[in-house]
Each structure stands twice: as structure tokens, then as C-alpha cells.
């Protein structure tokens, strides 16, 4: 009776569960290793496709993860789970989590968004979410950037997405705005030409366009001229600087005063 039993239970329900249980397993490796190739595949066209990397990366792990779901329930309806309830659980506990994580979603609809339309890319100055800095790396969540001073911020790609975006790396060539103020008393013409010399001599000040050197401003206490040489955008600070010390010194060799703001009394004796 025993060994009845014993045969019964042998070829009712453990040989039929290990087939299954073989089976499943062997859904499972070949579905990974197509997975594998069908990635692999499809990252080389894209890559032909002369997509940016940061995009296939992302649009490679997508198709990865839902592929990979699709064999898992292919090789649990193997196994006798009821998948119709299993993707019905699932998809209530996606619903919860995406309730729960709005923020982070928001995140992620905005690091697809900048990935696909690429306002910038890894080597950019931008300012954006409240920060400037050399965007260092772009994630799905969020952007690491690098200030000028070395420190690494990570900004959420949704605070970046949701505002305006200055790319001061878009361009190849970047205009210097500035500002020189001369006495009222001092030579207008002179100045205007010790300007026009300084920026003359320097080489990294662009032919085309040309600068402009022309009084803005009749102020309080100065002449105003604005200043506004065309540079390459990677030597816009450095022009900036030396210039500011160019034509302060120029100034002072040639007389030519630069006032502050200053206010006179008068004090009447009465009687």
C-alpha cells in the first residue's frame, strides 16, 4: 500500500512539478540570454544611429526590464501561477508606489524629457534649478553639476526641467558687458581711445564681431561708457579680468579718472 502511494505521489505530482520546474528554469536562461542579444543588438543601432550615449543607455535598460518581466511571468505561468492576478497585483503596487514617489517621478519624467530634446550635455556651464556650474553628469533623477569653486551639487532633474535653462556653452562665442565711467572733467575722446588700444592688443578680443566702445550714460557723478568685446566662450572670464586691469591701469598712466560716488555739502552760517 505504501509503496503504491509512494509511485503515486512519484508520478502525480513530483515528476509533473520538476518538468515544470526544469522548464521554467530553462525559459528563464534562454530568455535572459535573448534578452542579452536583443539589447546588444539594438544599442549597436542606436549607437549607428548616431544617438547620444546617455539616451541609449537609458532607452537599452528600459527594454531590458520589460523584457526581462515578460520572462519571468512567461516561466511563473509555467511553474501554474495564476499571472492574470499576479500582473493585476503588480500593477496596483506600481499605482501605489507612483503615489507615493510623485516627486520622484516628476524627476524622472523630466531627465527623460532633457535626455530626448538635450538643452545641454556633460561639459556645459549652465544655470538652471537655482544653481550655475559644468553639468558633470545627467542621471534618470537628477544632474550633477560642478561649481566653479569644486563643490558637486546634484540638483533634481524636475527643479532643472520646471525652470529656465541658460546654457552659457550652447554658443561658440560669447559678448563681455561692461561698464567704464570717466570724470566730467577728463578728455571723452582720449578714453574712448585708450579703450579701443587695450582691446586692440589683446588677441583673444574677436575681429568678427567687433567691440563696441560708446558713452551710455550721463551719470551723477561720471561718464558712462559701455564696453562690450566679443570673445570665445571658454576665454570669457579670463578676457574679462584682464581687461577690467588693462583699462584701469591705461586710465591712471593717461590721467584719466574713474570717480565714485561722492555728495558735496554745503553749510550756510545763519545770522
Known amino acids: 500500500m505504501d509503496k503504491i502511494n509512494i509511485q503515486e505521489i512519484i508520478s502525480g505530482y513530483v515528476i509533473p512539478w520538476a518538468i515544470n520546474i ?6 528563464f536562461y534562454i530568455g535572459r540570454l535573448v534578452i542579452n542579444v536583443v539589447v546588444k543588438v539594438l544599442g549597436k543601432l542606436l549607437v549607428r544611429a548616431k544617438m547620444d550615449q546617455i539616451l541609449v543607455n537609458f532607452i537599452s535598460s528600459i527594454i531590458r526590464s520589460l523584457l526581462l518581466l515578460f520572462v519571468i511571468v512567461a516561466a511563473l505561468d509555467q511553474l501554474g501561477v495564476d499571472t492574470t492576478s499576479l500582473i493585476a497585483l503588480l500593477g496596483a503596487a506600481g ?15 523630466a531627465g527623460v524629457m532633457m535626455i530626448v530634446f538635450r538643452p545641454f550635455k556633460a ?5 538652471a534649478g537655482g544653481t550655475a556650474g559644468v553639468v558633470e553628469a545627467i542621471n534618470i533623477f537628477s544632474t550633477t553639476m560642478r561649481t566653479g569653486d569644486n563643490r558637486e551639487i546634484i540638483v533634481p ?7 529656465a535653462i541658460t546654457n552659457f556653452s550652447a554658443r561658440a562665442t560669447r559678448r563681455i558687458d561692461m561698464v567704464f565711467g570717466i570724470g ?7 578714453a574712448r581711445e585708450i579703450m579701443q588700444q587695450v582691446m586692440d592688443a589683446d588677441e583673444r578680443v574677436l575681429k568678427d564681431p567687433a567691440y563696441t566702445v560708446a558713452v551710455s550714460e550721463l551719470g551723477d557723478s561720471s561718464v558712462n561708457f559701455v564696453v562690450r568685446p566679443w570673445v570665445k566662450s571658454g576665454d570669457y572670464w579670463a578676457v574679462k579680468f ?3 586691469e588693462k583699462i584701469k591701469l591705461a586710465f591712471d598712466e593717461n590721467g ?3 570717480p ?3 555728495m558735496d555739502v554745503h553749510l550756510q552760517k545763519e545770522g
Not at 526544469?22 to 525559459?27: D, F, K, Q
Not at 499605482?95 to 519624467?109: K, Y
Open 22 to 27: 526544469a522548464l521554467a528554469l530553462v525559459i
Open 95 to 109: 499605482l501605489a508606489v507612483g503615489l507615493a514617489l510623485q516627486g520622484s517621478l516628476q524627476n524622472f519624467a
Open 123 to 127: 561639459g556645459d556651464f549652465i544655470e
Open 157 to 163: 532633474n524636475g527643479s532643472i526641467y520646471g525652470g
Open 184 to 190: 566730467y572733467g577728463d578728455d571723452l575722446r582720449k
Open 242 to 244: 584682464d581687461l577690467t
Open 256 to 258: 584719466i579718472s574713474i
Open 260 to 262: 565714485f560716488p561722492q
